[in-house]
């Protein structure tokens, strides 16, 4: 009996320690095929000049597997940095796209996430911040986002089992810009560049418009006043707002100053801004401008497919040039540059026959008085 219980004894603890190593091996196996991405995050001081950062703790990131889309577009050597420009529209690709998820992760107290993905080669990630960290000054709403990571794995990588992803927030706020087109005789549109305009607000029926100082001021001649905030079209047309703080309410830009062979429209004149008020930091609503609705704008950058598009465009119109009245002329004459040299030869003409009348008069009296003599 006691032979039988000792037999069963060591039969369990070697079935034990036999399963025990193969959990083991199993393990090993496992760590052999897994990669590790190790995600660091740091956030921007918000006004800090020059900009500086500190770890960016409890941000989720999303990690996608991003393979198949980037079979797709292998020769496009842009693909990544594309999506890196996508920032605000990069969910929208993502579900037009069918981009899976894998996994998501929350930062830690210093800024990291760990992400475990399959060891193989010619795979491709991306790695997108889930929802925006924001904060609140002097009553005005910003937010903080981290541009899209993409990457495909290589083999020197994958033979070092780890790649460090640094991953840095850029501050977003709402800022009204447009762009300025001009609309030829052609009807051809196209950007102007070094257009002029002021903003201002209309307090008691009054016109008061922004200063350089962030202040505002009445004066009839918004263009010379040289208090009065400038803001001028880029080579891209783009006219932008930066580095103002608005509160929520109604403004309008005003176009003073044009190209010599435009007019400025009557709309370039009274271009409405509202800026809406923030009632919940999960949910802050984008600037409208002649009530269309703006992006944000990443780091004082506006995002690439609105650049692009230049969607939200104020158009002036090309000047009619003034149709030339042919100079009079009598209808005997020529029309062209030798009419001068015609008229010199009549001219000449007249006089010879002139002094040839004169001429015959003179012989025809002495002719007279020759014969009144005899």
Not at 53 to 61: A, E, Q
Not at 101 to 117: C, E, P, R, S, Y
Not at 239 to 268: H, R, W
Request: aromatic share 8%; with cysteine; proline share 5%.
């Amino acid at each position: 009996m006691i032979k039988k219980m000792i037999v069963f004894i060591i039969t369990c603890i070697s079935f034990g320690l036999l399963s025990l190593q193969q959990d083991n091996l199993k393990v090993l196996a496992d760590t052999d095929n897994q990669f590790t991405i190790e995600l660091h995050h740091q956030l921007s001081v918000y006004e800090s000049n020059p900009v500086s950062y500190t770890p960016g703790s409890n941000v989720t990131f999303q990690l996608y597997d991003l393979t198949a889309d980037y079979q797709k577009h292998e020769n496009d050597e842009n693909y990544f940095e594309n999506l890196k420009s996508q920032n605000q529209g990069i969910q929208n690709y993502i579900q037009d796209s069918h981009i899976c998820l894998i996994d998501t992760k929350t930062t830690d107290a210093n800024g990291q996430a760990t992400f475990h993905v399959s060891k193989k080669y010619g795979k491709a990630y991306l790695i997108v911040q889930q929802k925006s960290s924001q904060l609140e000054s002097d009553g005005l709403s910003y937010e903080q986002v981290s541009d899209p990571v993409a990457f495909s794995l290589s083999n020197q990588e994958m033979d070092k089992n780890k790649l460090e992803v640094e991953t840095k927030s850029a501050i977003v706020t709402r800022i009204p810009y447009f762009f300025k087109y001009g609309k030829t005789l052609d009807h051809k549109e196209l950007p102007l560049t070094g257009v002029k305009f002021v903003l201002y607000k209309t307090v008691d029926n009054q016109k008061k418009y922004l200063t350089d100082d962030n202040s505002w001021k009445t004066t009839d001649d918004p263009l010379h006043e040289k208090e009065i905030k400038k803001i001028v079209s880029d080579d891209t047309g783009l006219v932008a707002l930066n580095n103002s703080k608005l509160p929520a309410g109604q403004y309008y830009f005003q176009e003073v100053q044009t190209l010599k062979n435009f007019d400025i429209s009557s709309q370039a004149q009274h271009i409405s801004v509202n800026i809406p008020a923030v009632t919940s930091l999960a949910n802050v609503p984008p600037i409208t401008v002649n009530g269309e609705p703006l992006s944000k704008v990443a780091a004082g950058v506006i995002p690439n497919d609105v650049s692009q598009n230049a969607s939200l465009r104020v158009l002036n119109y090309q000047k009619k040039q003034p149709t030339k009245q042919p100079p009079f002329s009598l209808p005997f004459l020529p029309e062209t540059g030798i009419a001068i040299g015609t008229i010199s030869l009549v001219g000449l003409l007249i006089i010879l026959l002139v002094i040839l009348i004169k001429i015959y008069k003179k012989r025809l009296q002495l002719k007279r008085s020759f014969k009144n003599e005899k």
